[in-house]
């Protein structure tokens, strides 16, 4: 799927998605959606989790949810209408919460359940009234499990990004997920490929993350990134203070690591439009 801005522009959606849970998934959606606003793109970041953590991580509360992902997939709001400003400039969010634990009942008898986001996104910025509102990027933040949530994040997505902690069962779940996106290509979105695969929670010092990066690098080749996210602290710590870990602790090693990753990623980007 290519949707394009009043100026013609793609906008290119990017599920992060692994099934796998405690892999760094919120946190790649959060930190990355910040150093891609502060490179200078328009950013919507859309949690499809129950649990809300990309949206807290992102600094919108529970009580100030007013519409939400669940709204926009059951069709009482647009994405731009559920978007919510953050403290980043030009980063927004779609806020989620519990009410996406009864999608699967309140959409099982329709038969367009698959396409809901997709075509949300479709609509999405025919609806800004200038180029200053139009989004450059749009960042998914699953759920870890295959259901509906994951389902149309997929088809709405040009990409999956992976994220992949360095921990011994890594590959396990990253076999199932291809198998996943395979299936979904061949079915419900022909376009979608992965973008890139970034190894979270790494730390050079321990035999295990060195054997996992080679393990990963070795299935995936030139879809492993380059930049590697550390093991640290600070990164851990950032969600509690419902901030981005680039507004946290701009200058601790996480940051500079999301960054590089966003400079990585809009490389690849421009390769992907050249081609």
């Known amino acids: 799927m290519n949707t394009t801005t009043a100026g013609g522009s793609a906008i290119r959606v990017l599920a992060i998605a692994n099934q796998k849970g405690g892999v760094g998934k919120t946190t790649t959606a959060i930190n990355l959606g910040t150093a891609l606003a502060a490179i200078g793109e328009r950013v919507l970041v859309v949690d499809l989790d129950p649990q809300g953590n990309a949206s807290t991580g992102l600094g919108i509360p529970a ?17 731009l209408e559920a978007a919510q400003p953050t403290s980043v400039p030009g980063l927004a969010v779609v806020p989620a919460n519990s009410d996406l634990v009864g999608l699967e009942t309140d959409l099982m008898s329709d038969g367009n359940r698959a396409f809901r986001l997709r075509d949300a996104v479709t609509k999405l910025n025919a609806q800004a009234r200038n180029m200053a509102e139009a989004y450059n990027y749009v960042l998914i933040d699953c759920p870890p499990s295959l259901n509906l949530m994951t389902l149309n994040a997929m088809t709405a997505a040009n990409a999956v990004l992976v994220p992949v902690q360095c921990e011994f069962f890594a590959l396990e779940g990253i076999s199932q997920l291809k198998e996943t996106i395979d299936q979904i290509r ?21 035999t295990l993350s060195r054997e996992v990066a080679d393990n990963v690098r070795s299935f995936f080749g030139p879809k492993d990134y380059e930049t590697v996210i550390p093991r640290n602290t600070r990164v851990a710590e950032a969600p509690s203070h419902g901030k981005p870990l680039l507004l946290y602790d701009y200058d601790c090693a996480g940051s500079q690591a999301y960054i590089r990753l966003a400079t990585e990623i809009i490389e690849r980007e421009r390769r992907y439009k050249a081609a």
Do not use: C, F, K, W
Not at 186 to 206: F, K, S
């Open 186 to 206: 061949g079915t419900l979105n022909p376009q979608l490929e992965i973008q890139g695969v970034v190894l979270t929670m790494h730390d050079a010092r321990t």
């Open 63 to 79: 009580e100030s949810r007013r519409l939400t992902s669940y709204d926009v997939l059951v069709g009482q709001s647009s994405l």
